[in-house]
């Protein structure tokens, strides 16, 4: 078998370099968000740079027991007992486009409208305008907009962009991302920015590519999934989760009735 | 909590009915690939529907240890031993559209074949030219074709089609696969249809929609996941398993050589 | 890197061979469950076996979709739209000692109780009283016994029994089963057995060890996940799922009503 | 269906709280660590805390592309690469009691030789031979000891434990597994601590429970994990991974040879 070749971490007896760090030194002097941002990036980030991923880590990581990825997680924890793992990783696999994912989308959404400001050198509005107009003609969401709970406002979008203004890294993602947001109330209707949306727009302007947009969410969300399940394990019995359910299918049938089966049956 | 609805499984004290069929029923008198048609129909297969499932579900089943499915299964098995399930499901998550889930591509790409034959009345080669010419124009792959290891023919392929034209069951679906594998072979290179393009082809003739293309893959190979693990368990040592890298990132520095972190650090 | 080692599948270029049998012959002779029983035995099975095979399979597939495994796969399903593969892992993971797996431990149990019996000469009702009082004993839970919706008697056991009786194969295994039975409702309390406790019965008399029963419930239940998939995919929108929560922890607090925070916070 | 509880995260329309603060506060002031601590404790952790989580799970989050939780990772990053969740999911699942998940064996048995103390007044050294003594007796493996790469000194350790002498807060946790490691070299044979007994060490003295000796590994190791499946994405072609195996099983065999098959077929 080929030898798989990696850029992130070097280990072997006695050493283990992240990215060219000594993991000793990094356990010493870096806290995990550093961490974090190194091994998505080829650097350690700055103090504010640090302080937005801080932000967006604590703003994703749990909405409360209830969200599809708390729930599964304790299900999972509930009739696997066993093994913690398998719990977290239930919860994760709740993570997609439409649940925690957008921010993904939605930084490529941004891109492509910076994309096009650079190219055609149209204006932040018409870009942005632009965006949301073909998202409408081909029918599809805006990925990082509206909140089936915070309807009208997700109050997390206005603190963590104040703290990418306080620190100066605020640039076009964030600029645009509010761009879009008009745009949106204007072209379809007032849905505000969420925070996706806003952790997209920030991701972009700390120089991040797209697929880190889910990822981050990934990271924050594991911790809160982690004391879900520890708390699953520590204040219920087992198998106590029951979903109500109605059936409205098919009326009860004897196999006879089926002629398939009948004959199948004889052969 | 609002009540759930389905039509699929009707159970409570005393009694379990599937799509109508009494469970019980079912255990004396059908063959599980009988039920597996039942929970994605709405009906038992005939003698000949049932065969085809089989070959299907025996073609996909398992095809060595080193697949990507199958060696996940056996590093989760080797790291945790505890959860089977979780072992199982890490074979799972493998599973998509660049590994066992090509099915559900090609079952689309049939599905709009044959409706454009059906709107446009364009013959069977056509519409099976202008499908590749539109993939060659996207510069999209064909799912369905081509395989890293069979790279001449997938001999599973004229097996499942020969049972399907013995049967009666071979109809667009199938005629459309071959007409797909001309077109390509003319349009672009000859590359063969896999196993994922025959079980597509057979699946569209026998009703059913896209996506049990990759779901009828992950029942079979869920079967194959399960004899790995166990065996994994059964002959090797837990944590054997170690795949060679090599680091060929940034060079080892000192945490110092960072500016940001030396400043951070003494904030 | 070693070469793994496997007695399973042997596949290359043009060939594919499970346990040695050809998948071509197989595809064309053999049903699913014969494969799966070849899978995990060395030898393809007898009509008995396989009826028995089928019977298990088809009485763990489904019950309901809110059991833990389906309601996880629907949350799944419903968060992450693009994974197929990721929602039936999701409803994998909650299988565990809790849910679907106590077949495994009712193996054991089984062949603890044979294995008393063929060291010491202990009877039948001897044996299955000793494995009981163990039990109660270390205050640890029967696998195999009771069922939070069968309460009273889970009705697949008496017609998995009766099959394996028909076909002669029911032997020590499921006579131990019966054993078991009648020492816990003398020992304990009355609990019937469930479908779990049934199907380790057979496979114990089929030659199958422990894990296999957790692996074939796998099996099954990963055929009613796929339906419970497609279902939610077919008829719901995602994330419609809402689970209602009560918080009552902690009271809303200002940060700097913790004296860590607030000293901290001024380093 | 009946509400669930929760004393984690209380969310609705414009708030959400974790353990009573306000998460708009936390996104301002505290680290992503802090509400790890907070979310498994029920307070912010200090500085000299925090400095402790941080270190563990910089310690744990990354060892190289090869380690069973980063290859299964990337495996399914290869073969599934529309779903990101489902690969860092799956590298989770390699986690248990053998990859990652010592730190929760470890600080049971951490909890039970300082019980043992507490409870007959022995010494740390008298209590740390009767653990070592007992896992001799059983045959079991002693969780936290014994490395497959460093396998003389896991270069992790004294930096970890330096961290918790120089903030006061090495406690009986620390002392416990420094005893045990003495007893082991001189019971068994020399096996040094791994990272995975000295974060349970840590973590005793810190006050967590067991399970979050596991837990803890998983929020640090996802952070790995997702560079990991970046890494896959972004530099290699899906599905470019081959695992060598040879098959040593029975020979290739006719399905007539069987004679189950054969008149399992007639019938």
């Known amino acids: 078998m080929d030898t798989w070749r990696t850029a992130i971490v070097d280990a072997g007896p006695g050493h283990i370099r992240v990215k060219g760090y000594d993991v000793l030194d990094l356990m010493q002097r870096a806290s995990f968000t550093d961490l974090i941002f190194l091994l998505h990036h080829n650097r350690l980030p700055t103090a504010g740079e640090r302080r937005l991923i801080d932000a967006i880590l604590i703003g994703v990581a749990d909405h409360g027991a209830g969200a599809p990825s708390c729930a599964a997680a304790r299900l999972a924890a509930s009739g696997n007992r066993a093994s913690l793992s398998a719990a977290v990783a239930a919860g994760l696999l709740?993570?997609?486009?439409?649940?925690?994912?957008?921010?993904?989308?939605?930084?490529?959404?941004?891109a492509s409208g910076l994309a096009r400001m650079a190219s055609d050198g149209s204006s932040l509005t018409a870009a942005a305008r632009g965006v949301v107009n073909e998202a409408k003609v081909r029918g599809s969401r805006l990925p990082g907009f509206g909140h089936r709970v915070h309807s009208a406002t997700d109050p997390r979008v206005p603190v963590l962009f104040a703290l990418a203004e306080e620190s100066g890294l605020a640039r076009d993602g964030v600029r645009f991302a509010r761009a879009l947001e008009?745009?949106?109330?204007?072209?379809?209707?007032?849905?505000?920015?969420?925070?996706?949306?806003?952790?997209?727009?920030?991701?972009?302007?700390?120089?991040?590519?797209?697929?880190?947009?889910?990822?981050?969410?990934?990271i924050g969300r594991v911790a809160g999934l982690s004391a879900e399940v520890l708390e699953e394990h520590?204040?219920?019995?087992?198998?106590?989760?029951?979903?109500?359910?109605?059936?409205?299918?098919?009326?009860?049938?004897?196999?006879?009735?089926?002629?398939?089966?009948?004959?199948?049956?004889?052969?």
Request: charge should be negative; include cysteine.
């Open 94 to 110: 709740t993570i997609g486009d439409e649940h925690g994912g957008a921010g993904s989308g939605c930084m490529e959404l941004i």
């Open 182 to 218: 008009d745009a949106v109330g204007e072209l379809i209707t007032p849905l505000p920015l969420n925070i996706d949306g806003a952790l997209a727009a920030v991701l972009v302007d700390l120089g991040f590519p797209p697929p880190v947009g889910r990822l981050i969410f990934i």
């Open 234 to 267: 520590t204040r219920e019995k087992p198998m106590r989760i029951k979903i109500p359910v109605t059936y409205d299918g098919v009326a009860a049938r004897p196999v006879g009735a089926d002629p398939c089966v009948g004959s199948n049956r004889e052969e």
